[in-house]
């Protein structure tokens, strides 16, 4: 397999293509940002953490019968996925009120959510990723009503699995971000899934291990994310 020219440069990974027209190269990159690319900063290592943390996880999500669009890992930054179709929509479960969810309704950071909570976003950093629902998703053609019943079962199946994996951790999976696409007519799991796009607690404290620390200003961000991934089995590349 042979990486070719870059296709994309997202805020923190850029995709190549290859020399295999179904299969494309995920460079993950150390440039963190938040609030739609407002703030923005490289922090050492993140490019690594996260991508031997993103296959430690979609290994485990395969296992389980998810399918993904994750191959095999090439490099400490580099990651051999399918070449997809993208779906512009992101499905957010919540096991725990926390981030936009609080902002929106008022309700108190830290509540259980019974049942889980699962809502749709258009991907559009322009426009804010707003909040989006079946209908107007159907409507102005970004996912068909078959495919979000299929997205949302994968999500949810995706919080069983990780649930138990981050609970025998010592921590709470607060929340998470997914992207699917289409490959051969399937819906498959895409993206990545690493502390930048879930929210992960210590159980007993509460301390927040993921993005939010980036977020906040609290520090410690790559620490967390490696203490979270020692946590769960993973080994890192010094
Ligand atoms: P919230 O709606 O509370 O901002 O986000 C809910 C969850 O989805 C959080 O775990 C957050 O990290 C993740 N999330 C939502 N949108 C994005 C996004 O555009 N990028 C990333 N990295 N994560 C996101």
């Not at 979609?58 to 930054?77: N, Q, Y």
Request: hydrophobic residues 40%; aromatic residues 8%.
């Amino acid at each position: 397999m042979e990486k070719r020219q870059e296709l994309y440069a997202g805020k923190a990974k850029s995709v190549y293509t290859t020399d295999d027209p179904d299969l494309l190269v995920l460079q993950f990159r150390d440039d963190t940002s938040a609030f739609d690319g407002k703030k923005k900063e490289a922090l050492a290592r993140k490019g690594l953490v996260n991508n031997v943390f993103n296959a430690f996880i979609m290994e485990r999500l395969e296992d389980a019968g998810i399918p993904t669009h994750f191959e095999k890992r090439l490099s400490s930054t580099e990651s051999l996925v399918k070449k997809m179709e993208m779906i512009p929509v992101e499905c957010v479960v919540r096991n725990i009120a926390a981030g936009g969810l609080v902002k929106r309704l008022g309700v108190e950071e830290g509540m259980t959510l019974t049942p889980p909570t699962f809502e749709l976003f258009l991907k559009n950093d322009e426009k804010g990723d707003p909040m989006i629902n079946e209908s107007l998703a159907e409507t102005f053609g970004w996912a068909k009503p078959e495919q979000l019943a299929k997205m949302k079962d994968l999500t949810f199946k995706v919080n069983h699995v990780l649930k138990q994996l981050f609970t025998e951790g010592g921590m709470l999976l607060v929340d998470y971000k997914l992207e699917f696409g289409i490959f051969n007519g399937q819906i498959v799991l895409g993206d990545e899934f690493s502390p930048d796009g879930c929210r992960l607690w210590d159980a007993n404290t509460r301390e927040k291990m993921d993005k939010d620390r980036f977020r906040q200003g609290l520090g410690g961000v790559i620490e967390a994310y490696e203490e979270v991934g020692r946590r769960i089995g993973i080994n890192f590349p010094a």
